[in-house]
């Protein structure tokens, strides 16, 4: 998903830059209200980036100029909402792209709309309807974070074909070969990240409970 340094077009680079910046600065005003309210909260936060780091670290190659990997999203939005988890994303991608060479500086817009922006409102969405609805909460997770998984590879290959446009088939033709390049390592990898999602919330719930009720209040119920 992490498009690479240098790979899109400069327009497409400010432009997904500019659409990105405003979903990033409101979500530094949230996460600061946040720590200043409950500043508690601290650990979980650094726990739920390194989630997300270390998931969407484990790039394998797919397209050309991008790879196929988890995100790690869903569990951070699940926590602390997409608007902070808005910033963690940027936060990840920014250190990806300087220690590991993993997406880039001048594709960091792009990359965090996608992920960041795009993967954490489509889990937040989810889990609300999920939990609204009466689902289990364990297929609740599982859905949030499988199904923001695969939102993200969907606006990556709309943002390539964007930028590189089928001589025949267009913008439409480019974004259903690059979607159905994607879904051959994605799709295996998105049932795995909501299934890991799922292990991982419960291991918390099991041995930090009272913090974990304390950021997420719908946590407290027994898993249904």
Not at 172 to 183: C, D, E, P
């Amino acid at each position: 998903m992490h498009i690479m340094e240098g790979y899109l077009p400069a327009a497409h680079c400010i432009g997904w830059g500019t659409v990105s910046l405003p979903f990033v600065a409101w979500g530094v005003k949230k996460l600061s209200d946040r720590l200043r309210d409950d500043p508690e909260s601290r650990l979980l936060l650094g726990a739920a980036g390194g989630f997300t780091f270390v998931l969407s670290a484990m790039k394998l190659p797919s397209v050309t100029g991008s790879c196929s990997h988890p995100t790690g999203i869903g569990f951070g939005t699940v926590l602390f909402g997409p608007w902070i988890m808005s910033v963690v994303g940027f936060v990840v991608l920014v250190f990806q792209a300087l220690l590991l060479a993993h997406g880039g500086l001048t594709t960091l817009g792009a990359n965090t709309f996608s992920m960041a922006i795009a993967g954490s409102f489509t889990a937040w969405a989810i889990w609300r309807v999920g939990r609204a609805v009466g689902l289990p909460l364990n297929v609740t997770l599982f859905l949030a974070a499988s199904v923001s998984d695969l939102l993200t590879y969907c606006v990556t290959s709309l943002q390539l074909a964007l930028a590189f446009p089928d001589p025949v088939g267009g913008v439409a033709g480019a974004a259903v070969k690059f979607l159905g390049v994607f879904a051959i390592t994605q799709v295996p990898l998105a049932i795995s990240e909501g299934l890991l999602t799922v292990l991982v919330m419960n291991l918390l719930r099991s041995h930090a409970g009272e913090a974990i009720a304390g950021v997420l209040p719908a946590l407290k119920e027994a898993g249904r």
